[in-house]
């Protein structure tokens, strides 16, 4: 349990400090161009195989071209920026080798595509990709070596050959754009062209490719994502952090209103109508309005809980007829004074009565009972009162028309503008035509009408977007302002960012400091305090503290980071070579120089700070690990020994005990035995039995035994004690075998004797060696 326990201790640990989500993703891809190796040599000069053939003016005397040709593959490393690239350490970003690609010079321009090598879409070499999942830091270090393979196969990874070796240090953000590189070696036996780019992932964005940003239309956003800083733009209608948040219909009320959806206008419970702007009123309400839901706020006139009392009757239904006077009686009640020729509740019915109703115009009355007046020509009515065509006396011309008398209709209406129809009673309505633009509301008026621009236009037809950037400049930092609907965008100067550019971009989160430099951000730039030993703008140069030729009297300096190293030649010592061996009895060994007296270095240029604390972290906490484990183990061991002992004590006292309690049984029957076969003096007493004389003397031998307790019980059953006897020269009677011996001198008799190893049955925990017990000869 101990061993299982600290495994997964140790696991768990290990876990935990690796551990590291992946927050980017990208790819970095090499293309192959061009290899050259005309002559067939490897990176010493020699052939790759056969022989040099003799130099002749065609290879241009170097040497001659070598009989066979270099079977040539590829291997690619890539890691971490490096002032001194170490050629033999692990790729940390990833490393490829390719099967072999052909001959001496390639041209992969005109190669097919292969299964380990990518064909790229918009290029006409190889790509080799090397994917990473981590914020691509900009600069890293590469190593490109080509290889002549010796063995037939064209995967195997031994039997190689190195060609050629190159190893650079680049910067580069990502892009889709290719960067053409070359290399040569010094001797002009080998070239390369090739090209790389920093490509990331679908879906991230960025120099390092760490914004990620998928573009998503569902209830979690609403958006796409631009090129290349993927920053959130919102599909139309959407708005908010995450364009989750959806634009009503332009005059939703705020407060009264929502949507879900863009361009809808959702009311809140008590509220109603298209812009959610008018109050639900209580239910049952019949005359009154409300102001707030749920209120019932009674007409003039009305009263009543629901306001469905008539508290004006007349004013409100108007029941009198025919010019009837009306007045108000009582809630709901009415009475109606009627004119002389009008009669009934109402005034409804006429008196047919010539004399009451005197017909007008000339008309002549007939009948006495519902008597009618019969009118003259142009005239009708019951009183003949009305004329049949009207003339521009009777003023029918409404709105300020100008009334022209005609002999055919009687009159004509000029209309003013706005107007129309026979009375000019009709206004045009010029908003039948919607001619406001941007989505502007038309109101119509007389002779016109008015548009209602939305927010961000103006003009008599909205058709003016109004420029945001117009007043003071909003964008800060001399960014530009750029005008959008009702809105505007900040172009920032470099260096800059945020809706108003008021955000110093912090240009130290790349880490352009290398070797441990401390960065200190500008604005658009940064600025690296390089620790000793360093210098450059990213620190990346390497001082060399042998310019100033520090060793004396032709001593050897070898330059080292911030420090120096004297070789003294013979017959010099001291830091800088400086002491004689003629005035000192000893040689000083070599040491090192340095301004700032560095005794060693804390770690490696190439590891950063973070590793360090790893490596840190895990060597010390394995081994506290291990010793606490250990110490655990210890405990329970000790712990187990002593319940151990105190079991044993128990058991060794038990049986003690046992045996005690078994030879006191084993007493009891041997004293009956013996009381059977009792020693008679026949000399003095002859018919009479007399007193044993000779007392048997009893030997009792117990042993332990390791056995089951069924065992320990048959074992005790069989257990035998010798018992030794010794008897005087006396004339006694004995019985033996029913048979009386008269004996003068009786010699020892013979006992009952046992030569059997003894057993008592003890704690089968107990390691004991049985005894043997053999008894006496007789006397």
Not at 389 to 411: E, I, K
Not at 657 to 673: A, G, L, T, Y
């Amino acid at each position: 349990m101990a061993p299982s326990l600290i495994f997964v201790v140790c696991l768990f640990t290990i876990l935990t400090v690796t551990m590291i989500e992946v927050s980017a993703s990208g790819v970095f891809e090499l293309r192959f161009d061009r290899f050259q190796n005309e002559l067939g040599r490897d990176v010493k000069g020699h052939c790759c195989d056969g022989f040099k053939a003799s130099p002749s003016s065609s290879n241009g005397g170097a040497g001659g071209r070598c009989s066979e040709a270099c079977r040539t593959q590829f291997r690619v490393c890539l890691k971490h920026y490096q002032t001194s690239i170490d050629l033999s350490g692990a790729c940390t970003y990833g490393d490829f080798s390719t099967p072999v690609l052909g001959e001496n010079s390639l041209d992969f321009t005109a190669a097919n595509s292969s299964s380990s090598f990518v064909k790229a879409s918009n290029a006409s070499g190889y790509t080799v990709r090397l994917p990473f999942e981590f914020s691509w830091p900009g600069t890293f270090s590469l190593i490109i070596e080509a290889y002549h393979q010796t063995s037939n196969t064209t995967t195997t990874t031994t039997g190689k050959v190195l060609v050629m070796q190159m190893a650079t240090q680049r910067w580069m953000d990502s892009s889709n754009e290719w960067k053409a590189d070359s290399f040569s070696d010094t001797d002009g036996l080998h070239s390369l062209n090739y090209s790389y780019r920093v490509k990331c992932d679908e879906h991230y964005y960025g120099d390092g490719c760490a914004n990620l940003c998928r573009p998503r239309d569902d209830k979690f956003g609403h958006y796409t994502c631009s090129e290349p800083s993927g920053d959130k733009v919102c599909l139309p209608g959407w708005s908010g952090e995450y364009c989750s948040k959806a634009i009503c219909l332009p005059g939703c009320h705020d407060d009264h209103g929502f949507c879900n959806e863009p361009n809808e206008c959702l009311c809140k419970l008590g509220w109603q109508g298209k812009l959610c702007d008018q109050c639900i009123r209580y239910p049952g309400c019949l005359h009154g309005s409300c102001q707030q839901p749920w209120q019932c706020y009674c007409n003039e006139g009305w009263g009543g809980l629901f306001c469905n009392q008539d508290l004006n009757y007349c004013t409100n239904h108007k029941p009198c007829k025919n010019g009837g006077t009306c007045f108000n009686t009582g809630q709901g009640s009415y009475t109606c004074t009627c004119p002389a020729e009008y009669t009934g509740t109402d005034c409804e019915l006429v008196k047919d009565d010539c004399t009451v109703i005197p017909c007008l115009n000339g008309g002549t009355c007939s009948g006495e009972t519902n008597a009618t007046c019969n009118c003259p020509t142009g005239f009708h009515g019951r009183r003949c009162e009305t004329s049949t065509q009207q003339t521009c006396t009777d003023n029918p011309c409404l709105h300020g028309a100008t009334c022209v008398d005609t002999t055919d209709r009687g009159y004509m209406c000029l209309c003013p503008d706005g107007f129309d129809g026979a009375n000019c009673g009709h206004q045009v309505d010029d908003c039948a035509v919607n001619r406001c633009q941007n989505g502007g509301s038309c109101v119509d008026k007389v002779n016109g009408f008015k548009c209602i621009c939305p927010a961000g236009f103006t003009g008599p037809l909205c058709q003016t977007d109004i420029d945001d950037c117009q007043t003071d400049n909003p964008c800060l930092n001399g960014g530009s302002c750029a005008d959008l609907v009702n809105s505007f965008r900040c172009l920032c100067v470099p260096g800059f960012t945020g809706s108003l550019c008021q955000t110093n971009v912090d240009d130290c989160l790349t880490k352009p400091c290398s070797n441990g430099g401390q960065c200190h951000d500008l604005v658009n730039d940064y600025r690296c305090t390089c620790k000793p030993g360093f210098a450059g703008k990213d620190c990346s140069h390497e001082v060399n503290e042998c310019s100033t030729r520090p060793c004396l009297n032709g001593g050897t300096c070898l330059d080292r980071i911030n420090e120096y190293k004297c070789v003294c030649p013979r017959g010099y010592s001291g830091l800088r070579c400086e002491r004689s061996a003629q005035k000192q009895n000893s040689t000083a060994p070599t040491v090192l120089g340095s301004a700032s007296r560095l005794s060693n270095i804390a770690s490696d240029a190439s590891l950063s700070v973070a590793q360090i604390v790893m490596i840190a972290t895990i060597s010390t906490a394995v081994p506290l690990i291990a010793i606490i484990s250990c110490l655990v183990i210890v405990c329970l061991k000790k712990r187990r020994q002593k319940e151990q002992m105190r079991s044993d004590e128990e058991a060794r006292r038990q049986n003690e005990q046992n045996v005690v309690h078994s030879i006191s049984k084993k007493m009891d029957k041997m004293d009956k035995c013996l009381e059977e076969h009792r020693i008679i003096n026949t000399l003095d007493f002859p018919s009479s039995k007399g007193k044993s004389i000779n007392e048997p003397e009893y030997t009792v031998v117990q042993t332990k035994d390791t056995s089951s307790p069924h065992q320990q019980q048959q074992q005790q059953q069989q257990q035998q004690y010798n018992i030794h006897r010794t008897s005087k020269a006396l004339n006694v009677e004995t019985f033996n075998s029913d048979k009386l011996v008269n004996s003068s001198s009786c010699q020892s008799k013979e006992v009952i004797s046992s030569c059997e190893p003894t057993y008592v049955t003890l704690d089968k925990r107990l390691s004991v060696t049985p005894s043997v017990t053999c008894s006496s000869s007789p006397r």
